[in-house]
């Protein structure tokens, strides 16, 4: 793409993978434009956003550069190894190990134990169908898990993946898909809380509680 009308493919040797190299991206000024934020903050939600897409699929090697400086990168890997290089094994080492299955729900991932608290809900990823979603079914679950074992104005970390049949929710409710719809969003919510709760109740205090 150049100014907006598409150029033709020109040949080029490229090793195995896929390679986006973004340059003089608002060459013409959009009328968009005036409502970015300063370059660093760009920078960082376009980090978060890859960093969204590499959880979610670890057996695919991924590689972030800026102005010609590599950021981080993660070779093709394990979703524990790829979450600890990613969040840290601070978060590993104080997290509980989820696999929980109902009523043709599945979830798995890691929550933090409460003493491992954030001031901030920067933490907090959590995947529908292997798809990176915000819902408020599954905040409310979350905050009703840790409403006896965490501070109000704490916030949990975690990194959950819940699996269903995708006739039972709807993905089109946001424009970038980042907002869901359940068809029965009382059962999700009970089967969310019911897992955590259950993962919460076994914490014991001194334990080792990260698994690989």
Known sequence: MEGGAVAGPMPEAHGQGTTVE????????PARRKFLRTEATEARHVDQALRRLALARPDVGMALSHNGRRLWHCPPQSLSARAAQLLGEDFFGQSIPIESAALGLSLTGWISVPAFSRAQADMQHFYINGRAARDRV???AVRRAYADVLHG????????????DPSRVDVN?????????FRD?????DFLYSSMSRALAEVRPGAQHHRY
């Open 22 to 29: 973004v340059r003089d991206l608002f060459c013409n000024t």
């Open 138 to 140: 599954v905040a409310g």
């Open 153 to 164: 104005a704490r916030h949990p970390a975690f990194l959950l993946f819940l699996s269903l």
């Open 173 to 181: 409710v946001h424009p970038a898909k980042r907002e869901v719809r």
């Open 185 to 189: 969003a009382g059962s999700v919510h």
